[in-house]
């Protein structure tokens, strides 16, 4: 079974603090992604990485960045964190190929004050 | 942008009964993808459509895709409680775009 594994279920952080999201898949995928989800609105892409140390803006990416070093793992960084990116946020895993289906971690749900 | 619409946002289901719900999307793609999220869980891949005019069908749901009007069905039958939970269709080659979801409600 593909396992995309995130680091929090729940994280409350205050307003301006630095915040790490981390996921890590075991399934060997090229492709990582990282998608916030609000009530809706359904799933919005912020960012994609399809190697390491590669990556690409999706629809959302102000407030956020990414880090891939290694690549079974997708971190997102919000650099100085406000009450609007306050959301459950889902890591994502597929391979390079064209239409195969995305692997989805529980999510975290991320509160800021 | 690609546009991605589900109709209906909510759906209030009899069990026993028949349901659809339509995806409709703005760009030309013979992907698309169908997800069930159940509360407080992530999502769970259903069905992924490559080609106009496939079908798959798995127990109670058979989802379809109509590239040419770029429109997918998920076609519930003879709905049960189980069934309950919100169904997303998503529409890319990897980058994938949601839609709003579908909140699915099935009651006796």
């Known amino acids: 079974d593909v396992k995309v594994t995130q680091s929090s279920r729940y994280l409350v952080k205050r307003t301006g603090e630095k915040v790490f999201l981390e996921c890590v898949q075991d399934?060997?995928?090229?492709?990582m992604f990282w998608y916030r989800q609000d009530p809706g609105l359904g799933l919005r892409l912020i960012y994609f990485s399809y190697d390491v140390k590669m990556k690409e803006k999706g629809d959302i990416p102000e407030g956020y960045s990414v880090s891939r070093e290694k690549k079974e793992r997708f971190s997102l960084i919000l650099e100085s964190a406000s009450t609007n990116q306050t959301s459950m946020y889902l890591c994502?895993?597929?391979?390079?190929?064209?239409?195969?289906?995305?692997?989805f971690g529980q999510g975290t749900r991320l509160t800021v004050v | 942008e690609l546009k991605v619409e589900q109709n209906p946002l909510f759906l209030s289901m009899q069990e026993g009964k028949n349901y659809t719900i339509y995806c409709n999307y703005s760009?030309?793609?013979?992907?698309l993808y169908w997800y069930r999220q159940d509360p407080g869980k992530s999502l769970e891949s259903l069905f992924v459509l490559l080609s106009n005019g496939a079908v798959k069908q798995e127990g109670r749901l058979m989802a379809s895709l109509d590239t040419k009007a770029r429109l997918s069905t998920l076609h519930i039958t003879a709905a049960v409680h189980d069934l309950s939970a919100t169904y997303f269709c998503a529409v890319g080659d990897y980058k994938l775009s949601f839609g709003a979801g579908t909140t699915v409600t099935v009651r006796a």
């Open positions: 760009t030309t793609s013979d992907r």
């Open positions: 994502a895993s597929s391979l390079s190929t064209p239409g195969t289906e995305a692997f």
């Open positions: 399934m060997d995928h090229e492709n």
